[in-house]
């Protein structure tokens, strides 16, 4: 059996957690594969909304495993949180999920270090999330980073000493005030809730598992145009967002993987600073932002807003071998008159349809025009009921990428999503 794997094409925030709750039906097990707790997957039935920020987005289904694979950073204090939130709405997960031995723990001091680092920056801050992901990561390529099998060690606390007193040393460059103390009650809390679940070497299990014959998904947080290799530099996350992050972060073979499933909004966002060529900072942009809600489900921040661009989610669709994609919030864009799609970008007076290396160089999106479908949606339940320019829309995108699109968002409820044949 191979792994099928599910991640977002543009700069995050392209819906995974509602697809991957609707998917979940398909799969044994579900497991998340890189990032952390600045991902944030919203999940919205029976009228209320989900975040998760660690977990992976399978846990509402009983039935399912849920692995936290070893790409994944953990910081205690959020997953202790989500725990008992979802703990609240009746939902265990002592027999469902499995955290990978060899995921990074997050640190109070790994926040210090990351809000310390953003502001030193000023005007060239890179708009982190400031949850200690950097930092984290950081120390994870240095080797000097703590894991979660390390919480069973009997020196786990002086090895947390060690590596919190040589932030401390960091800190002091930044000449940073901080109090690394107060949070640490709390931290120590999240550590016995870890303790409370089943701490596996998931490399093994995750390949026993899929010898079994387990229909196995993996996960995908943030997006492509964030990979730290592949996306925007220095605007990016820290970690491999791509297909081949599924491979390193949960330590199955290249051949072991399945389907790629690509998943992308009909238009863009972004949050936080970089390049966004189809940015709209007007009110076509304000007027997507207001009915698609656009705001961070990790940072609350409004989320910059443009139109579909081409030239990114075909280079992405490059870079993951996708083989279906997915097409979130196109609710969004029911009351336009007319909607754009970027096809090419004019750079330094060239045309030229791919990514270009440098990024502070103005870049012109060359756009091609089609006519709204101006009409609701949300309520559709099968592809035959969609509006002909919205097929149209379709149609346009599967032609140009080469890829069909198998599923249709029409609203955030586990609900609104089309299955196309």
Not at 158 to 179: F, G, T, V
Request: net charge neutral.
């Amino acid at each position: 059996m191979k792994a099928d794997v599910l991640l977002g094409l543009q700069w995050g925030d392209e819906g995974k957690g509602k697809v991957v709750d609707v998917l979940t039906t398909s799969y044994d097990v579900i497991a998340r594969f890189q990032g952390g707790p600045n991902a944030g997957h919203s999940l919205e039935f029976n009228n209320i909304k989900h975040v998760l920020h660690t977990i992976p987005s399978g846990v509402f289904h009983k039935d399912k495993i849920n692995i936290i694979g070893n790409g994944v950073v953990i910081d205690p204090i959020i997953f202790a949180s989500e725990i008992e939130a979802l703990t609240k709405m009746g939902v265990s997960l002592e027999a469902t999920l499995k955290i990978s031995k060899k995921a990074h723990l997050i640190l109070p001091s790994h926040r210090e270090l990351d809000a310390a680092s953003e502001a030193s920056k000023g005007k060239a801050k890179i708009g982190s999330t400031l949850k200690g992901i950097g930092p984290t990561y950081m120390d994870k390529t240095g080797r000097n980073g703590l894991r979660i099998g390390d919480i069973i060690r009997v020196d786990f606390y002086e090895r947390y000493n060690s590596l919190k007193n040589k932030h401390k040393d960091i800190l002091k460059q930044y000449n940073y005030n901080s109090n690394i103390e107060q949070h640490e009650e709390a931290w120590f809390k999240g550590i016995e809730v870890i303790k409370r679940f089943e701490l596996i070497d998931s490399e093994v299990e995750i390949n026993q598992l899929l010898n079994k014959g387990k229909r196995f998904l993996a996960e995908g947080a943030q997006g492509s145009l964030l990979d730290i290799d592949f996306g925007s530099y220095p605007y990016v996350t820290s970690s491999n967002t791509v297909c081949a992050g599924a491979c390193t972060g949960l330590g199955i073979a290249p051949s072991r993987i399945g389907e790629v499933l690509g998943i992308f909004k009909a238009y863009c966002t972004r949050v936080g600073s970089g390049p966004f060529p189809t940015e709209q900072e007007n009110a076509t942009g304000e007027e997507m932002r207001k009915i698609g809600v656009e705001f961070g489900a990790t940072t609350g921040r409004p989320r910059r807003c443009g139109w579909l661009d081409l030239v990114a989610l075909k280079y992405a669709i490059m870079l993951n071998g996708v083989t279906a994609l997915i097409m979130t919030k196109a609710d969004v864009l029911d009351s336009f008159d007319s909607i754009m799609i970027a096809t090419a970008y004019k750079v330094n007076g060239k045309i030229t349809n791919t990514m270009p290396f440098e990024i502070d160089v103005p870049i012109e999106p060359i756009y091609k025009e089609f006519k709204g479908w101006k009409s609701d949606i949300t309520n559709l339940k099968n592809e035959s009921e969609l509006p002909i320019l919205l097929l149209e829309y379709i149609k346009f995108i599967e032609s140009e990428t080469g890829v069909p699109i198998t599923i249709v968002s029409v609203g955030p409820s586990r609900d609104a999503t089309i299955i196309r044949k």
